[in-house]
C-alpha cells in the first residue's frame, strides 16, 4: 500500500527542520512497512505554529487537495506524531474529510489505521490534542516568565528595534551555553552619537514650552533625519519624509530614555480569524498593553539620554494638556460653502478647506506649511480656489445630464441607483413569498377540479393558506419603508422642475452642497492647469474639465 506522510516541525522549540523530519519520517515508517506500507508522498510543514488548522497550513492544505485526486497515488495517511499533526479540536475537524474520501490515516499512538467509528481511538486523538493545545501553552508561560525575569532582574535587551537615540552594542557571548556554542551574541542598547543629541533637545524644546507639532516642524526646518528615514531598513514601510507628530509623542513617552529597561509595553492577542467559521482558527494582533502591566528593570541598564525628573515632567505636562483640553463640539459654520467636502487638491489629492477672504468663498490647501514637507514635496505654499468661478460650470455641466439628449440615460441611472435597504428587501422577499403560496393555492385547486382526493389536496391548501396568513403578518408588523420611484415618476419630477440651470442657482448654499454630496460629486483642482476635473456618480461615472480661469 502507498502511503502520503504528513509532519510538522515545531516554531515552539525550534527544532532544526532537517532533523526533525527526519525521526518523524522513521518513527512513520516504522509503523507501516510491517504491513507492507511504502511512504510515496511526503507533506512536511516547516515553521508554522500548530495552533493553525489543516487550511491555513500549505503542505497540510495540499494534502487535503490530494485527497479530492482520484489520481493521486496513494491510499492512505501516515503522521510521525499527532502532538505536531493536531491541536485542539483539529483531529474532529479533519478526520472526516479522510473518511469520506476512503482514506486511511495511520497513527503510531494508535498502533496502525485509524477506525473512525472506535471511541477509544477517538478519545485518544481527543486527548493527543488537547495534550498539544496545552504543552503550547506551557510553553508560552514559561517563555513569558524568563523574559519578565530577565528584562526585570537583569534590565537584559530581549529584541525588537532599538528606540531612536541608541544603537545596539555587542555584549560578548550570550548567557545561554547552547546558543552561546551556535554562535549567538547578547546585545544591548548604547547612545547613538548622532541621534542621542536630537532626544535631548526634544525634551528640553517640550519643557521650555514647544508644542508637540512646533518640535517636528523645528526639527524638519533643521534638516535633521526623522526616525523612519534615519534607519531606513527597519522602516521600508514609512516614506521618512519629514518629522511627525506621533514621532515625537513616541519620544516623548518612552520611558527607555530614563536607562531602564522596558518590557512588555505590547502584548499578542489571538482572535477568531472569521467569528462565522470557527474551524479557520486564530489570527494574532499587536495590542498595547496598560502602563501597570509593563516590565521595567530594578536598575538602570544602559545609559539614560534624559533624567528621571526631566522624563516625569515631560509626562506630567502630557496628563495635564490631556485633561485641560476642552470637549469638542460641533458648531456651526459662519458661511456656507456650496461645494463643502468635494474639492480636492490636485497635488496632494486632499480636500481643501473652506475659507472666506474680502467677502468671498475659496477653497484652500496648505499641505505643506502644515505638515513641514515644504522642502520635502513640490507642492505650493497655499492653492486657492475661488468658488464663484466654478458655480455656473459645474451647475452648467450638472445640468446637462438632464438635457433632452442625456435625460433617457440619465432617468434610468437615476432609477437603477436606488438601493434597498434591509426592511426594503425583507418586505420584498415576504411579497413574493405571498405571491409563491397564492400561486401553489390555484395549482392546488386545479387539482381539486382534476379529481384528486380531495382529503389530501385540502390539507395542502389548509398548509399554504396558513403560511400565507403568517407572511401577512410580518407585512403588518415590518416597518414603512420608502417605495422605490419608477422612471416615469422621476421623469414627472425632473419635468416639473423646469429650468435645473435656474434651480440649481436660486437653491441655497446649504441644500445645493447636499445636492451635491448626494450626487458624490467630487471636485479635483489642478493648479497648474488651473483646471477642475468634475466626477459624478448617477448609475456610471462621468467626468470631464471645467475651466475656472477662462481655460478650456
Same mark, same amino acid.
Given at each position: 500500500m502507498n502511503f502520503a506522510f504528513y509532519g510538522r516541525v515545531s516554531t515552539e522549540d525550534q527544532q532544526d527542520p532537517k532533523a526533525s523530519r527526519a525521526w518523524q519520517l522513521m518513527r512513520a515508517s516504522a509503523l507501516i512497512e510491517p504491513s507492507g506500507g511504502e511512504i510515496t508522498h511526503e507533506f512536511f510543514d516547516i515553521g508554522l505554529s500548530r495552533s493553525l488548522p489543516w487550511k491555513r497550513r500549505p503542505e497540510a492544505?495540499?494534502?487535503?487537495?490530494?485527497?479530492?485526486?482520484?489520481?493521486?497515488?496513494?491510499?492512505?495517511?501516515?503522521?510521525?506524531?499527532?502532538?505536531?499533526a493536531f491541536y485542539g479540536n483539529q483531529f474532529s475537524l479533519t478526520v472526516p474529510v479522510f473518511t469520506h474520501f476512503g482514506i486511511q490515516l495511520w497513527v503510531p499512538e494508535i498502533g496502525g489505521p485509524l477506525d473512525p467509528d472506535n471511541e477509544a481511538h477517538e478519545l485518544v486523538m481527543s486527548v493527543f490534542g488537547g495534550m498539544s493545545k496545552g504543552e503550547r501553552n506551557r510553553i508560552k508561560v514559561r517563555v513569558r516568565t524568563a523574559m519578565t525575569a530577565q528584562a526585570e532582574l537583569e534590565g537584559r535587551y530581549l529584541g525588537g528595534r532599538p528606540p531612536y537615540g541608541y544603537t545596539l552594542v555587542d555584549l560578548g557571548p550570550h548567557p545561554n551555553p547552547s546558543k552561546a556554542a551556535g554562535g549567538r551574541r547578547l546585545r544591548g542598547l548604547a547612545r547613538d552619537p548622532n541621534t542621542a543629541p536630537v532626544v535631548e533637545r526634544i525634551f528640553e524644546a517640550f519643557?521650555?514650552?514647544?508644542?508637540?507639532?512646533?518640535?517636528?516642524?523645528?526639527?524638519?526646518?533643521?534638516?535633521?533625519?526623522?526616525?523612519?528615514?534615519?534607519?531606513?531598513?527597519?522602516?521600508?514601510?514609512?516614506s521618512g519624509i519629514a518629522w511627525s507628530k506621533s514621532a515625537v509623542r513616541t519620544i516623548l513617552t518612552n520611558p527607555r530614555y530614563t536607562g531602564y529597561q522596558v518590557w512588555n509595553k505590547q502584548r499578542t492577542d489571538e482572535v477568531l480569524l472569521d467569528v462565522e467559521d470557527v474551524a479557520l482558527g486564530h489570527t494574532s494582533i499587536m495590542r498595547w498593553n496598560p502602563g501597570e502591566k509593563w516590565v521595567t528593570s530594578k536598575a538602570p541598564s544602559h545609559e539614560a539620554l534624559v533624567a528621571q525628573e526631566t522624563f516625569e515632567r515631560a509626562q506630567e505636562i502630557?496628563?495635564?494638556?490631556?485633561?485641560?483640553?476642552?470637549?469638542?463640539?460641533?458648531?456651526?459654520?459662519?458661511h456656507s460653502y456650496v461645494f463643502s467636502g468635494v474639492v480636492f487638491c490636485g497635488v496632494c489629492e486632499r480636500r481643501m478647506?473652506?475659507?472666506?477672504?474680502?467677502?468671498?468663498?475659496?477653497?484652500?490647501?496648505?499641505?505643506?506649511?502644515?505638515?513641514?514637507?515644504?522642502?520635502?514635496?513640490?507642492?505650493?505654499?497655499? *492653492?486657492?480656489?475661488?468658488?464663484?468661478?466654478?458655480?455656473?460650470? @459645474?451647475?452648467?455641466?450638472? &445640468?446637462?445630464?438632464? #438635457?433632452?439628449?442625456?435625460?433617457d440615460h440619465t432617468v434610468a441611472a437615476i432609477a437603477g441607483a436606488? *438601493?434597498?435597504?434591509?426592511?426594503?428587501?425583507?418586505?420584498?422577499? @415576504?411579497?413574493?413569498?405571498? &405571491?409563491?403560496?397564492? #400561486?401553489?393555492?390555484?395549482?392546488?385547486?386545479?387539482?381539486?377540479d382534476a379529481g384528486a382526493d380531495p382529503a389530501l389536496v385540502t390539507g395542502w391548501i389548509a398548509e399554504t393558506q396558513t403560511e400565507r396568513v403568517r407572511l401577512e403578518l410580518q407585512l403588518t408588523q415590518a416597518p414603512k419603508v420608502p417605495r422605490r420611484m419608477t422612471q416615469d415618476e422621476i421623469r414627472q419630477l425632473v419635468t416639473a422642475l423646469g429650468d435645473i440651470v435656474a434651480v440649481l442657482r436660486n437653491a441655497h448654499p446649504e441644500d445645493k452642497a447636499e445636492v451635491y454630496r448626494q450626487l458624490n460629486l467630487r471636485l479635483v483642482y489642478d493648479p497648474e492647469t488651473t483646471t477642475v476635473r468634475a466626477n459624478v456618480s448617477l448609475g456610471a461615472n462621468r467626468g470631464e474639465k471645467v475651466g475656472v480661469r477662462g481655460g478650456t
Amino acid at each position: 500500500m502507498n502511503f502520503a506522510f504528513y509532519g510538522r516541525v515545531s516554531t515552539e522549540d525550534q527544532q532544526d527542520p532537517k532533523a526533525s523530519r527526519a525521526w518523524q519520517l522513521m518513527r512513520a515508517s516504522a509503523l507501516i512497512e510491517p504491513s507492507g506500507g511504502e511512504i510515496t508522498h511526503e507533506f512536511f510543514d516547516i515553521g508554522l505554529s500548530r495552533s493553525l488548522p489543516w487550511k491555513r497550513r500549505p503542505e497540510a492544505a495540499r494534502l487535503l487537495t490530494a485527497l479530492r485526486d482520484q489520481n493521486r497515488g496513494f491510499q492512505a495517511v501516515v503522521i510521525g506524531e499527532p502532538h505536531r499533526a493536531f491541536y485542539g479540536n483539529q483531529f474532529s475537524l479533519t478526520v472526516p474529510v479522510f473518511t469520506h474520501f476512503g482514506i486511511q490515516l495511520w497513527v503510531p499512538e494508535i498502533g496502525g489505521p485509524l477506525d473512525p467509528d472506535n471511541e477509544a481511538h477517538e478519545l485518544v486523538m481527543s486527548v493527543f490534542g488537547g495534550m498539544s493545545k496545552g504543552e503550547r501553552n506551557r510553553i508560552k508561560v514559561r517563555v513569558r516568565t524568563a523574559m519578565t525575569a530577565q528584562a526585570e532582574l537583569e534590565g537584559r535587551y530581549l529584541g525588537g528595534r532599538p528606540p531612536y537615540g541608541y544603537t545596539l552594542v555587542d555584549l560578548g557571548p550570550h548567557p545561554n551555553p547552547s546558543k552561546a556554542a551556535g554562535g549567538r551574541r547578547l546585545r544591548g542598547l548604547a547612545r547613538d552619537p548622532n541621534t542621542a543629541p536630537v532626544v535631548e533637545r526634544i525634551f528640553e524644546a517640550f519643557l521650555n514650552g514647544y508644542g508637540i507639532f512646533a518640535i517636528a516642524e523645528m526639527l524638519t526646518a533643521a534638516n535633521i533625519a526623522c526616525p523612519s528615514a534615519n534607519d531606513p531598513t527597519r522602516n521600508r514601510h514609512r516614506s521618512g519624509i519629514a518629522w511627525s507628530k506621533s514621532a515625537v509623542r513616541t519620544i516623548l513617552t518612552n520611558p527607555r530614555y530614563t536607562g531602564y529597561q522596558v518590557w512588555n509595553k505590547q502584548r499578542t492577542d489571538e482572535v477568531l480569524l472569521d467569528v462565522e467559521d470557527v474551524a479557520l482558527g486564530h489570527t494574532s494582533i499587536m495590542r498595547w498593553n496598560p502602563g501597570e502591566k509593563w516590565v521595567t528593570s530594578k536598575a538602570p541598564s544602559h545609559e539614560a539620554l534624559v533624567a528621571q525628573e526631566t522624563f516625569e515632567r515631560a509626562q506630567e505636562i502630557l496628563h495635564r494638556r490631556a485633561r485641560s483640553g476642552a470637549p469638542h463640539r460641533k458648531h456651526r459654520a459662519r458661511h456656507s460653502y456650496v461645494f463643502s467636502g468635494v474639492v480636492f487638491c490636485g497635488v496632494c489629492e486632499r480636500r481643501m478647506q473652506g475659507q472666506f477672504s474680502h467677502g468671498d468663498a475659496y477653497y484652500r490647501c496648505r499641505y505643506a506649511k502644515e505638515y513641514a514637507l515644504a522642502n520635502k514635496i513640490d507642492h505650493p505654499g497655499n *492653492v486657492y480656489l475661488r468658488e464663484g468661478v466654478l458655480i455656473d460650470p @459645474v451647475d452648467t455641466w450638472l &445640468a446637462s445630464a438632464f #438635457s433632452p439628449a442625456n435625460l433617457d440615460h440619465t432617468v434610468a441611472a437615476i432609477a437603477g441607483a436606488q *438601493v434597498l435597504d434591509e426592511p426594503a428587501i425583507r418586505t420584498k422577499q @415576504v411579497g413574493e413569498a405571498i &405571491a409563491a403560496c397564492d #400561486s401553489k393555492i390555484k395549482q392546488y385547486r386545479a387539482a381539486l377540479d382534476a379529481g384528486a382526493d380531495p382529503a389530501l389536496v385540502t390539507g395542502w391548501i389548509a398548509e399554504t393558506q396558513t403560511e400565507r396568513v403568517r407572511l401577512e403578518l410580518q407585512l403588518t408588523q415590518a416597518p414603512k419603508v420608502p417605495r422605490r420611484m419608477t422612471q416615469d415618476e422621476i421623469r414627472q419630477l425632473v419635468t416639473a422642475l423646469g429650468d435645473i440651470v435656474a434651480v440649481l442657482r436660486n437653491a441655497h448654499p446649504e441644500d445645493k452642497a447636499e445636492v451635491y454630496r448626494q450626487l458624490n460629486l467630487r471636485l479635483v483642482y489642478d493648479p497648474e492647469t488651473t483646471t477642475v476635473r468634475a466626477n459624478v456618480s448617477l448609475g456610471a461615472n462621468r467626468g470631464e474639465k471645467v475651466g475656472v480661469r477662462g481655460g478650456t
